[in-house]
């Protein structure tokens, strides 16, 4: 059992709504009152009384310079203002990956997701949330399923045409849309339409987008979490790992939330983009030397709703060298190249896991080579799919797989 000092607090991170000072508790108003420097952005600032003479630090671009500027004067009393909930997709978040926790106070207002529930009766709980401010709206890809109920904070007044546009394209025209501006403040309105029909312009850039899901059946693309999405949901040359496989080697992989993956010789990138689609904080890295699979990958990234997968050209090992530690390996070819695995073996972090598929004879003995050296567990992965002979259907083989998953001690 621990206590921390309180003393040690010097920087507060008050959350404040569209009501403004007003809308501050007792102690949000008193540590705004304390502080010697406040910090926020244009909008937040303007909020002080013309008469206060503190020091002011305005958000900067890039944010790096800012926050920097706020660490160089630990030890004063700063206030930082933040839009509603400093941690739910805000400043709060960025500034305790650089400042412990024992030296802030956070004192959240209402987020807009909380107010956007409040005005739709929705549970947040049951809600899935995103934030599109410096973000891919291709993320929201990922997110798409029947019936599903979003809220998305939007980047400007344009973002709600952008989710619009990106609704209809993947079969989700039918999908009400409403856009609540400005929440808290005199100036609150609602907004309501259908994605396809979408026409609204004339809204403020503060806006949070609740989209309630509904697809013309069938949707562009299965929209399941689950691996094995198929095979025609990706453009490839061929190099692709089909779907009965892929469902079987990323249960093998098992991602968790937050974890890094190394596709090596990622072909279309089906391995690593349903490792990012198992949960948003998973994180992995393509690696590819094909041009025109590096724009599959590419291509497919942003369709599927992973643009943050991280794709890096070149060949293996070679282009290893230098990436964060992974704390799981995926070798889908190349398993005869020269030192590929000993890279990969030594990168990969003690715990992880490195699973590796052989369809030729030549890998399938590498792989039993170093079975009998580190251990782990080999499969064979047979599958039959029921085709057209003729008037009638017969099993055609795919190739077998040999699948050995293995657990660095």
């Not at 507060?12 to 502080?35: F, N, P, T, Y």
Request: charged share 20%; net charge negative.
């Amino acid at each position: 059992m621990s206590s921390r000092d309180v003393r040690q607090k010097w920087l507060a991170i008050v959350g404040i709504g569209e009501d403004g000072l007003e809308g501050l508790s007792l102690v949000g108003r008193s540590l705004l009152a304390q502080a010697t420097v406040i910090v926020g952005g244009d909008r937040h600032l303007a909020m002080l009384p013309s008469d206060d003479t503190r020091e002011r630090i305005r958000w900067t671009s890039p944010i790096e310079d800012s926050v920097n500027q706020i660490i160089q004067r630990c030890g004063q009393a700063m206030c930082v203002l933040a839009s509603g909930d400093p941690m739910c997709y805000g400043i709060g978040v960025t500034l305790t990956r650089r400042i412990a926790i024992a030296e802030i106070t956070i004192v959240p207002a209402p987020s807009a997701f909380s107010l956007a529930c409040a005005r739709l009766g929705w549970s947040l709980a049951d809600t899935e949330t995103l934030s599109l401010c410096g973000r891919n709206p291709a993320l929201l890809s990922a997110m798409l399923y029947p019936e599903a109920r979003l809220l998305v904070l939007s980047a400007d007044q344009s973002t709600p045409a952008t989710v619009a546009q990106l609704l209809t394209q993947k079969g989700f025209g039918d999908s009400q849309i409403t856009v609540l501006e400005r929440m808290g403040s005199t100036q609150e309105r609602i907004t309501e339409g259908i994605a396809a029909t979408w026409t609204a312009t004339d809204l403020a850039d503060l806006n949070t987008i609740a989209i309630h899901a509904h697809s013309a059946p069938p949707p562009v693309h299965p929209s399941t979490l689950l691996p094995g999405l198929p095979d025609i949901a990706y453009h490839h040359d061929g190099q692709l790992t089909k779907r009965e496989v892929r469902a079987v080697t990323l249960s093998a992989l098992a991602p968790l939330p937050g974890q890094l993956l190394w596709d090596v010789g990622a072909g279309c990138g089906s391995i690593a983009i349903e490792w990012l689609r198992s949960d948003r904080r998973c994180r992995a890295i393509a690696i590819e030397q094909h041009p025109t699979r590096l724009q599959y990958i590419a291509d497919n990234a942003i369709a599927l709703g992973t643009p943050n997968l991280t794709i890096i050209a070149g060949a293996a090992p070679i282009a290893l060298k230098g990436l964060p530690e992974p704390d799981a390996i995926f070798v889908g070819g190349g398993l005869t190249t020269p030192e590929l695995f000993e890279t990969c073996w030594q990168a990969l972090r003690p715990g992880g896991r490195l699973v590796a598929n052989a369809v030729t004879v030549e890998s399938e003995q590498m792989l039993f080579q170093w079975q009998r050296q580190l251990g782990g567990e080999l499969s064979r992965i047979a599958i039959q799919r029921a085709e057209p002979v003729g008037k009638f259907l017969g099993w055609k083989a795919m190739a077998p797989i040999t699948q050995w998953v293995v657990v660095k001690d």
